[in-house]
C-alpha cells in the first residue's frame, strides 16, 4: 500500500473505547490501544494510544442551573511510530487536537441548529 506522502507512513491501530456519564452531568470517553499482537495492515506502521479521552462538563449558572454550554477537554498522549518524522509531529501537534475541539463544537451546533439535541441526548443516554 502506498504512503499518502513521500515523508509520511500509512499507520494502523485498533481501541477499546468506553463512555461514562457521571452523577453530576459530566461525560467522559476514553480510549486505549489493545495489545500488539493483534493482526495489522502490511505495510503500515503500528500508532498505539496510550490514553485518549474527552471530558464534557456541562457549565452552570450561579444558581447552579444549565446555561446549554460545555466544556470541552481533549488528552491525549499518541506514539506515532515514525509515521511522521518527529519535528513535524511536534511543530503540528497543538494544531491537530485544536482542530479535533473544532470539529466537535460545529458537529455539536450543526446537530442543535438541526433539532437534534434532544435525539442525540436520549439515543446515547447523557
Not at 452523577?23 to 503500528?46: C, I, K, M, T
Not at 498505539?48 to 498522549?77: A, F, H, M
Request: aromatic fraction near 12%; charge should be negative; glycine fraction near 10%.
Amino acid at each position: 500500500r502506498a504512503s499518502p506522502a513521500p515523508i509520511l507512513w500509512d499507520i494502523d491501530g485498533v481501541d477499546l473505547t468506553g463512555w461514562r456519564m457521571m452523577g453530576d452531568g459530566a461525560l467522559y470517553q476514553v480510549s486505549a490501544s489493545v495489545p500488539h499482537e493483534l493482526p495489522f495492515s502490511e505495510g503500515a506502521n503500528r500508532g498505539v494510544d496510550l490514553y485518549w479521552g474527552y471530558e464534557l462538563i456541562p457549565i452552570v449558572n450561579s444558581q447552579g442551573k444549565p446555561t446549554g454550554r460545555t466544556k470541552l477537554t481533549l488528552i491525549c498522549q499518541t506514539i506515532l511510530n515514525n509515521w511522521l518524522p518527529n519535528f513535524i509531529a511536534n511543530m503540528k501537534i497543538g494544531d491537530v487536537l485544536a482542530d479535533y475541539i473544532r470539529t466537535a463544537e460545529r458537529s455539536a451546533n450543526t446537530k442543535a441548529a438541526e433539532g437534534l439535541t434532544e435525539y442525540y441526548l436520549q439515543k446515547y443516554g447523557f
